[in-house]
């Protein structure tokens, strides 16, 4: 079992950052891929990025250049940094985590999520 809690979502005006976090405990951390997934109201929920065991990334295209995933193995925290938001990147950011045989870039897909964040960004 692995438990994960985000942080650092918020109100930003379009334009500015936010860096996400979340902390995971339980099983050992590095044995999983780990992503960040976003749903949106009226929208299904939508892969962003994710990084393999590998340390290997991977990102939505429509997010490509915005976003950036890493991780911290040794303090059990995976990051995701967002710089020129838009109004259209307001959503609730979910942590996830895939074992090894699962892809993390499905929804289904996905082994364990986090409760959520809310990033909402003002024009």
């Known amino acids: 079992q692995v438990q994960l809690v985000e942080s650092g979502g918020g109100l930003v005006q379009a334009g500015g950052s936010l860096r996400l976090s979340c902390a995971a405990s339980?099983?050992?951390?590095?044995?999983?891929?780990l992503g960040w997934f976003r749903h949106a109201p009226g929208k299904e929920r939508e892969f962003v990025a994710a990084?393999?065991?590998?340390?290997?990334?991977v990102y939505a295209e429509s997010l490509k250049g915005r976003v950036t995933i890493s991780r911290d193995n040794a303090k059990n925290v995976v990051y995701l940094q967002m710089n020129s938001l838009r109004p259209e990147d307001t959503a609730v950011y979910y942590c996830?985590?895939?074992?090894?045989?699962?892809?993390?870039?499905?929804?289904?897909?996905?082994?364990?999520w986090g409760q959520g964040t809310q990033v909402t960004v003002s024009s």
């Open positions: 996830a985590a895939a074992t090894p045989s699962r892809s993390i870039t499905l929804a289904t897909m996905v082994d364990y």
């Open positions: 990084q393999f065991r590998s340390g290997n990334t």
């Open positions: 339980g099983r050992t951390f590095s044995n999983y891929k």
